[in-house]
């Protein structure tokens, strides 16, 4: 059963375009948020997170949006460029309830190509 | 970049054979984690640690076994190899809890033969 779905395996965007990211969850005790970004052949790095007590959180070209009662987050890169060509996952935790429920689950990824 | 690396980078093995991986941190991060992705499968959590010889299982425990005898080492052990655990595998460390943001290693690709 999985709990955090990207159920857009890719994605093509022409350069200078807005990007758009979808995630989905299932789980409800999910709390806290985050985008990691993965270039071929190098391990993920963090890219944004959210608190559930939010519904927007922006750094830079990157905005993530929350909305709890859909389950449902997206990520926005504006404007997209070619190095933003990655695969992009989506991962989840229930933060408040610690122990093994506070770790990440993440998604299967979106292949994002951004297009000169 | 947190100051984590992996070893080996790559192996190939027989199927049978045992195979310990390495993750050195110079973080002195408190927790660790063992990741594997596989094409489908995303990342999915294999052992994690929170201290040292303080250990856990995740969700794709069996067939693996995990050691953490200092701060900065977590070495990930397949006994017996098998071509379902062909995979790449990512160690990661966070400093404060489970939750908190986790840096990732640059990954071992492993190919079980």
């Known amino acids: 059963d999985q709990q955090v779905k990207q159920n857009s395996p890719s994605l093509s965007v022409q350069e200078g375009r807005i990007s758009i990211l979808n995630c989905d969850y299932t789980?409800?005790?999910?709390?806290?948020f985050l985008w990691y970004k993965k270039y071929p052949a190098e391990g993920p790095t963090f890219l944004i997170s959210i608190s559930s007590i939010k519904d927007k959180n922006e750094d830079g070209r990157f905005t993530v949006f929350l909305n709890k009662s859909a389950k449902h987050l997206s990520l926005h890169i504006v404007p997209s460029q070619p190095g933003d060509s990655a695969v992009y996952f989506c991962?989840?935790?229930?933060?408040?309830?610690?122990?093994?429920?506070?770790?990440?689950?993440f998604g299967k990824g979106t292949k994002l190509s951004v297009k000169p | 970049d947190a100051g984590i690396t992996q070893s080996p980078r790559h192996k190939v093995t027989e199927t049978g054979t045992p195979v310990t991986l390495r993750c050195h941190q110079t973080e002195n991060h408190r927790y660790m984690y063992w990741y594997r992705q596989d094409p489908g499968h995303g990342l999915r959590l294999i052992h994690y640690?929170?201290?040292?010889?303080?250990?856990d299982k995740g969700e794709v425990s069996d067939g693996y076994s995990v050691s953490r005898s200092k701060t900065e080492d977590f070495l990930l052990t397949l006994e017996s190899a098998t071509s379902s655990q062909t995979s790449v595998y990512f160690c990661?460390?966070?400093?404060?809890?489970?939750?908190?943001?986790?840096?990732f290693g640059p990954g071992t690709r492993l190919t079980v033969l």
């Open positions: 990661a460390i966070s400093e404060d809890s489970y939750t908190d943001t986790q840096y």
């Open positions: 991962a989840a935790s229930a933060r408040r309830y610690g122990g093994s429920q506070g770790n990440l689950i």
């Open positions: 640690s929170y201290g040292v010889k303080d250990t």
């Open positions: 789980n409800s005790m999910f709390d806290y």
